[in-house]
């Protein structure tokens, strides 16, 4: 467990916790302390699903622009590539993943969020990539992964800005999948990641690679990839257990072990 960032695990749902006052900024430590334990998350197994939070005021207001702004470019060149590597680490979980939305998640904060599979937002959310008005661009995801979520011309609109949106717009334009109230939104993400516990861990996690993995190539080669993942869990005690509950009991009753 790190200083700013931490572990919480009830009831099979994993929280990363945010936690580093006033406005949880992304320094060199924050960035640490989330790769390693979202590489911890991945790898318990009393972890089935994991929440992303900030708390109730915010979710994070980007990088620590102090620590960046005295960087040289040789220091730059290390320190970048540590910048992908946070969200790299919380995108390669290989369980159903959220972040619970509120305040501002601009810059590094948002591109921590677009590390996740889904994103709910308060209703009091501002999101938006506003490195361009520091003479730099994204660099930690957000020119990548943006992209990929809500298409290139709208990516290339907040980019270029930097403007933040609200929730509603984001709502709108596919950055964030549902938006609540603040004082809600954290508990209708657990209660999305609840779900999953319980569930075929293995073949949840061979659908989110399928799925990610098949985003970057072509469409046969996701195919194969699909075919290879698809394969593979014939050899896994759930998928026996599922396919023999089906065929007993109707849909929907098998207890998986996640083996």
Not at 36 to 54: I, M
Not at 87 to 101: E, F, Y
């Amino acid at each position: 467990m790190g200083e700013f960032v931490r572990l919480e695990v009830s009831d099979g749902v994993g929280t990363i916790r945010l936690d580093r006052p006033k406005m949880n900024a992304l320094d060199a430590q924050v960035q640490r302390e989330l790769a390693e334990v979202s590489r911890e998350a991945d790898a318990r197994d009393d972890v089935a699903a994991v929440v992303v939070y900030g708390g109730e005021r915010v979710f994070a207001a980007g990088a620590d622009v102090k620590e960046m702004a005295s960087m040289p470019y040789a220091t730059m060149v290390k320190h970048a590539h540590l910048l992908q590597d946070f969200t790299r680490a919380l995108a390669a979980i290989g369980k159903p993943t959220v972040s619970a939305i509120t305040g501002f998640a601009l810059g590094g904060g948002c591109e921590v969020a677009l590390a996740t599979d889904l994103r709910f937002a308060a209703d009091n959310a501002k999101l938006g990539q506003p490195e361009i008005l520091l003479g730099i661009i994204p660099g930690a995801g957000g020119t990548q992964r943006l992209s990929r979520l809500v298409g290139p011309a709208k990516a290339k609109d907040l980019i270029y800005t930097g403007r933040f949106v609200d929730a509603q717009e984001a709502l709108a334009i596919g950055l964030v999948d549902q938006v609540h109230p603040a004082d809600e939104v954290y508990a209708k993400a657990v209660e999305w990641a609840s779900q999953f516990v319980g569930g075929p861990a293995l073949a949840l996690r061979a659908a989110k690679g399928a799925v990610d993995r098949g985003l970057e190539v072509d469409l046969q080669t996701g195919l194969d990839i699909e075919r290879g993942e698809f394969t593979g869990l014939f050899a896994t005690d759930d998928r026996a257990a599922g396919m023999t509950s089906f065929v007993e009991n109707g849909p929907g009753k098998a207890t998986f072990t996640g083996s």
